[in-house]
């Protein structure tokens, strides 16, 4: 008889049944490298299960196949809780997984307990009180913090960033704007106006370990490991890369003394010198406007970020020398918190060597573990703002927490770019919001989506009256903000690659697709439209080829590559002589691109799909018996702040009221609509450089977005003014785009 069910029992730490979980049958598809659900269904008072299902769920494609068999249990929010290991080619009619022990701790409350990893340890992983916190908001503020704490290190200094833009004049620090205007620079000797520098007080660290840690991208000439190792070879700087398949290293700390950390949001490049005006006109952001988020810290918490600096540093069989202290006394005084320094982190990747290394082999899905613990567990409101937001596991928690009936409804706002610059990402967040706010409508909560926009005064036209420039600001942070008791920031983006997996099939069919509308919907001379008809029949042919026999990323292995080659071979033939190094990554980015995906690091996988290195801190406000704290409180405040244009904010959202009383979207959605309708009459505002937030609109374009909320275009710039230091004037020919890459 062939297999037609599975049954088992999800008992806690005690023995206990677990009621209400979602258990669920899958097998591993053989084509399509896709989970087939078979059956779903909860757990019984008792805990115990069985589902059953028909041959013909799992026999599609060949009559005889027996399934290769996997049960996963579900906590609140689609949370994955257990996947037991692959029963492959499995033939009898029952599969008996018998007794899943899952520690209650792993389901419930708002402490990650890297639940999946050890299902029976139900214990707060990398928990630390004592912790004094400072919010960095703005390059402005997280910039100079970053250079003066290198210049007070007593001895050591350990950096890792993405990029660390060593060879282009990036001036860290600037001197206050009483002495230098970076409106108004100097016609000459405008360097005056710089105080100092990161890569040169790196340099002056003499004779103590200084470490820096770049990201090798791979397959790509544009990361800084060449730069940045030739600047500081002649120095007692020690540099080293990583590099690792698909997996980068995107998470940004510096460690100073072992003692002090600040997690920075933006890499180290003079884009991300903003300030919380984001003028269009200034000196110190070279043509772009970012919205980003760092945060300091001094206290024990450090050990963790320091300790996976480490880890990331002899996954790449470097030697390390620092100093790390025996023991980081507990901070006292007005901004202290307790807090959970959390990771996204790669599996098959890092390896205890000798003692005291961590053994990861499975990697971490911490932060993701965090987000759907607190989203769950959310009364009052949820602030998010991310560069990001494709993340569908994300998504479905939001969707499962506005579904609860016995809770109380919330108020959501999210703050997110109207185009992220990945492709395909920006058509699937425009998905998500409109998936929320169809849930938020049905089930009665309050959802308000916004986007960021620098408006300034251009002058006085002929008539008079003033004319303003409008650009948008990309935002780059990574925050949340839940009920004033729960806040993270760090460099997690909400998209697969900061939660659990690279989202490949969304990247690389939407980069094909725009290929092929820019190359034929390109209505003139050169369009050949017998060649165009032609091409999209053997696109279709393929297509059905595809969906028929292979999964997406192995024909884009068999097509895309030689297409590559036949249309840009020298394009191609650069990146092959700039990247020569990473052609022995080859074979790691290809089992990376086959990995199945998962929603969480799983034990039992012979292999964990790709995912970056990530690590935020998660701040904890009175709850889960932490201590309470202003500083969650004092990161909202400064975030509205700026994006509402106020000096502070109104009584009713100095404090949480309850559920009943919150019109807190109300009063975001008329500040978006007073600055829309401002915008329209062309009219200014109270605080004519303030940052402006405008209401979602469904477009990828910033000129059609102006349009679908009825303003005027002829003032957008694409770009805003880069000043060019070495000639002490600003560059108003060169087009840039609105916001760096990554």
């Not at 494609?61 to 996963?72: E, F, G, I, T």
Request: proline residues 6%.
């Amino acid at each position: 008889m062939p297999n037609t069910s599975v049954k088992g029992r999800v008992v806690d730490e005690h023995g206990d049944g677990i009621k209400d979980l979602t258990v669920t049958a899958v097998d591993f598809d053989p084509f399509f490298n896709e989970d087939d659900v078979l059956k779903s269904d909860k757990t019984a008072a008792d805990g115990s299960f069985q589902l059953s299902y028909s041959e013909d769920d799992y026999s599609l494609w060949k009559a005889d196949r027996n399934p290769d068999l996997v049960v996963r249990v579900f906590g609140p929010a689609g949370r994955l809780l257990y996947e037991t290991k692959e029963e492959e080619n499995f033939s009898a009619p029952t599969l008996d997984v018998g007794n899943i022990k899952i520690h209650r701790g792993n389901i419930e409350g708002w402490l990650v307990t890297n639940a999946t990893l050890n299902p029976e340890n139900g214990l707060p992983v990398s928990l630390f009180q004592g912790n004094e916190i400072k919010h960095l908001v703005d390059g402005d503020t997280m910039f100079p913090a970053v250079t003066q704490a290198v210049t007070d290190a007593q001895t050591s200094v350990n950096l890792m960033t993405l990029f660390f833009d060593v060879n282009n004049g990036f001036i860290s620090k600037f001197k206050p704007e009483s002495e230098f205007d970076p409106a108004n620079p100097p016609s000459t000797n405008c360097k005056g106006g710089m105080e100092s520098t990161l890569e040169e007080e790196l340099k002056k660290k003499t004779g103590k370990p200084v470490n820096v840690l770049v990201t090798n991208i791979p397959l790509s000439a544009d990361d800084t490991v060449t730069e940045v190792r030739e600047f500081f070879q002649s120095t007692d700087v020690k540099t080293n890369y990583f590099q690792k398949g698909f997996s980068v290293l995107h998470s940004k700390a510096i460690i100073l003394d072992g003692e002090k950390s600040i997690l920075m949001g933006s890499p180290l490049k003079q884009s991300y010198f903003n300030d919380r005006k984001h003028a269009i006109h200034d000196v110190r952001h070279k043509g772009s406007l970012n919205h980003d988020v760092s945060i300091e810290i001094t206290g024990p918490a450090v050990a963790q970020i320091d300790k996976t600096f480490e880890t990331v540093w002899k996954a790449t069989s470097q030697n390390l020398t620092t100093i790390t202290p025996n023991h980081i006394a507990p901070r006292t005084g007005d901004n202290i918190a307790s807090v959970q320094v959390l990771r996204t982190m790669p599996g098959g990747t890092f390896k205890a060597l000798n003692p005291g290394d961590e053994n990861l082999p499975h990697g971490e899905t911490g932060i993701l573990e965090a987000y759907q613990r607190a989203i769950n567990n959310a009364e009052r409101f949820i602030y998010i703002e991310n560069q990001y937001f494709t993340a569908p596991d994300i998504v479905d928690a939001l969707i499962d927490r506005m579904k609860d009936s016995a809770k109380p409804k919330l108020q959501i706002i999210l703050v997110l770019n109207f185009r992220p610059d990945l492709p395909g990402y920006p058509n699937k967040q425009i998905e998500h919001v409109r998936q929320l706010k169809k849930a938020a409508k049905d089930y009665e909560h309050q959802l308000g989506a916004y986007t960021m926009w620098s408006r300034c005064e251009k002058g006085v036209n002929a008539e008079g009256k003033k004319e303003f420039e409008t650009m948008p600001i990309y935002v780059h942070s990574k925050v949340a903000i839940i009920d004033d008791t729960w806040a993270t920031v760090g460099s997690a983006n909400l998209d697969g690659t900061s939660m659990n997996y690279h989202q490949v099939g969304l990247m690389a069919s939407s980069a094909i697709a725009a290929k092929l509308l820019d190359k034929y919907f390109k209505l003139n001379e050169d369009l050949n439209f017998g060649k165009f008809i032609w091409d999209v029949y053997w696109s279709i042919v393929f297509y059905v080829f595809k969906q028929l026999f292979f999964d997406f990323k192995l024909l884009l292995l068999i097509i895309g590559i030689p297409y590559k080659l036949i249309t840009d071979f020298k394009e191609v033939m650069e990146l092959i002589t700039e990247t020569i190094g990473d052609i022995t990554e080859i074979p790691e980015i290809l089992k990376d691109v086959f990995a199945r995906p998962a929603q969480h690091a799983l034990p039992f996988r012979s292999r964990q799909p790709s995912r970056s290195i990530e690590m935020n801190l998660v701040l904890y406000n009175g709850i889960a018996d932490q201590p309470a704290t202003p500083v969650i409180k004092q990161l909202r405040d400064r975030l509205w702040q700026e994006q509402l244009g106020l000096e502070a904010l109104p009584p009713d959202m100095q404090t949480v009221p309850d559920p009943a009383n919150m019109k807190w979207v109300e009063t975001w959605d008329a500040a978006a609509a007073q600055n829309q309708e401002a915008m329209k009459k062309k009219e200014g505002l109270p605080a004519e450089r303030a940052t402006k937030i405008l209401p979602w609109a469904a477009k990828t374009n910033a000129e059609h977005y102006l349009e679908a909320l009825g303003i005027r275009t002829a003032n957008l710039r694409d770009g805003a003014d880069k000043f060019l230091f070495k000639d002490c004037k600003f560059d108003t020919k060169k087009k840039l785009l609105p916001w760096p890459i990554i």
